[in-house]
């Protein structure tokens, strides 16, 4: 990075400090709980990561899209489908074979696996105008953005690899709801 590209870069960031940055999954919530964390931290933007939009089961159906939107819109809370940031099918499904070759259940699982990271930083986080995020978070008055998928450990869910990203690139803490 050249010395006027870093110049650039730290004025972004510097625009973006006023920012705070959270995470949020579903999972061991109960609703009341799930959308008290949202008021509690006065999150104004919900930006969904997931490929897929919706949970099976009656227990979580309101992180389904049209009722999570819907009551997102009653809270006047910013919701956004960040589709770019969701891993493909091939990369749920690398994680999946992990996952079966070490006996363990999806929703066990304390951390992701190394083939999951590696495939998802370098087809998705690596391709992931975060410059261009940033700007949208800014140009939409965001102050309280949280990154919403379904896994209830951080570590476990994909949305743990672009907190990192943030942090290390560009100096922006996240904190797990």
Do not use: W
């Not at 705070?20 to 709980?33: K, L, P, Q, R, W």
């Not at 261009?132 to 309280?144: I, P, Q, R």
Request: with cysteine.
């Amino acid at each position: 990075m050249t010395s006027s590209e870093k110049k650039i870069l730290l004025r972004e960031i510097l625009i973006f400090s006023s920012m705070n940055f959270y995470t949020i999954g579903v999972y061991n919530s109960s609703e009341e709980e799930f959308f008290g964390k949202l008021i509690n931290n006065n999150i104004d933007t919900f930006c969904d990561i997931r490929q897929r939009r919706g949970v099976r089961g009656a227990k979580y159906s309101f992180v389904n899209s049209i009722k999570l939107q819907r009551r997102l819109k009653d809270l006047n809370i910013n919701y956004q489908h960040i589709l770019e940031l969701a891993p493909t099918k091939e990369i749920r499904d690398k994680q999946k074979e992990a996952d079966i070759k070490n006996n363990i259940f999806k929703r066990n699982r304390e951390e992701l696996g190394p083939v999951f990271k590696s495939h998802y930083k370098a087809e998705v986080i690596s391709r992931f105008n975060f410059l261009k995020f940033f700007d949208s978070m800014k140009t939409n008055n965001a102050e309280n953005i949280v990154l919403f998928c379904v896994e209830e450990r951080p570590k476990a869910c994909h949305r743990s690899l672009v907190a990192q990203k943030i942090e290390d690139e560009y100096k922006l803490e996240f904190i797990d709801l």
